[in-house]
């Protein structure tokens, strides 16, 4: 590969690792600043009751370690798997948005398929994301 396609690749993988992060690091505050909220997204998205707030908080806590991990490429092949596996199961749990994407929020759903896309190109192209991050 060219050198300098190789450089564009290696900056195009981190700033896509970034993002990804950024998305799920936002969800993994909700979990951990309001557990209520995150609770009734359990329920409604993956019918688990899970109504004890520190539950959630404990598990926003542990997803903050794994996004640490993720962000800094540590042990790539199972932090960025997990990444990969959780926003999996967050996207197919969502198919009944997919079906009325014109009523309430549901179009903004869609947008969970290119960060699939995302997820997936970053975890088999894991070896090549060198830039700020664990080799």
């Known amino acids: 590969m060219k050198p300098e396609l190789l450089k564009k690749l290696k900056l195009g993988l981190l700033f896509l690792r970034i993002s990804i992060f950024l998305v799920m690091f936002m969800w993994t505050i909700d979990k951990i600043l309001r557990g209520s909220h995150a609770a009734g997204v359990f ?11 520190t539950l959630m908080t404990v598990l926003g806590f542990l997803e903050l370690l794994l996004l640490a991990c993720f962000i800094v490429g540590f042990k790539k092949r199972i932090s960025y798997g997990l990444v990969l596996i959780f926003h999996f199961i967050s996207t197919i749990s969502s198919f009944k948005q997919y ?24 975890y088999v192209l894991r070896e090549e994301d060198t830039v700020l991050s664990k080799k």
Not at 43 to 53: A, C, D, R, V
Not at 101 to 122: I, K, V
Request: one cysteine or more; a negative charge; proline letters at 9%.
């Open 99 to 122: 079906l009325n994407p014109f009523e309430g929020p549901g179009l903004l759903f869609f947008t969970a398929w290119p960060m699939l896309a995302g997820c997936w190109l970053l």
């Open 43 to 53: 329920k409604n998205f993956y019918n688990i009751e899970l109504s004890n707030g």
